[in-house]
């Protein structure tokens, strides 16, 4: 089976869900820039799903997969951050953000604050136990809970305020 890519003879849908994607990453690139100027920025503000929410709930699931995978990837390769440790946890979050975010949006066909705490409660919970199961550790699978209270209602309004932007566009 050939999986290999022709970029010449991508469809513009595609080529937009691309450009769209490279856009969402480099968002995940530079806001967990910006946070890390905040001491426990990263712990707390959850930066590195921001874009990813966006995207998937805008764009659908090939945007937001695309961009909750390679989003970390390129943050750990470029900054180190997230740590090594850690980048499982934080990928399988992000994956089922872009699932969550995706699916809820085609169900629902809009936007609203209710709609994305579902969605972001949705991944953390189930996130965090998979990530408990991964690490051993209820405690530490569930730290966003303790910590990242903020992001999380970063991700929740700030995420509407966006999507109702490019819902404008």
């Known amino acids: ?23 969402f990453v480099a968002g995940n ?11 426990q920025g990263g712990f707390m503000l959850l930066p590195i799903y921001f874009f990813t ?3 998937a ?4 699931w090939q945007v937001g997969l695309l961009t909750a995978i390679l989003s970390p ?21 992000s994956v089922l953000l872009a699932l969550a975010a995706a699916y809820i949006a085609h169900k629902q066909k809009k936007v609203s604050i209710a709609l994305l705490l ?3 409660l949705l991944y953390q919970v189930v996130g965090s136990l998979i990530e408990s ?3 051993g550790s209820l405690s530490l699978g569930f730290q966003d809970f303790r910590i990242g209270i903020p992001g999380m209602l970063l991700q929740v309004f700030g995420g509407y305020l966006f999507i109702k932007y490019l819902l404008k566009k």
Do not use: D
């Open 57 to 60: 709930y805008k764009y659908g």
């Open 118 to 120: 579902a969605v972001v």
């Open 53 to 55: 929410l966006i995207g």
């Open 1 to 23: 089976m050939n999986t290999t890519v022709n970029l010449y003879s991508l469809s513009l849908r595609e080529s937009r869900s691309l450009l769209y994607a490279v856009l």
């Open 133 to 135: 199961a991964m690490l």
């Open 73 to 93: 990837l390129a943050n750990s390769a470029l900054f180190g951050m997230p740590a090594a440790a850690v980048l499982p946890g934080i990928m399988v979050k």
């Open 29 to 39: 690139i530079l806001l967990p820039q910006l946070c890390h100027l905040i001491p």
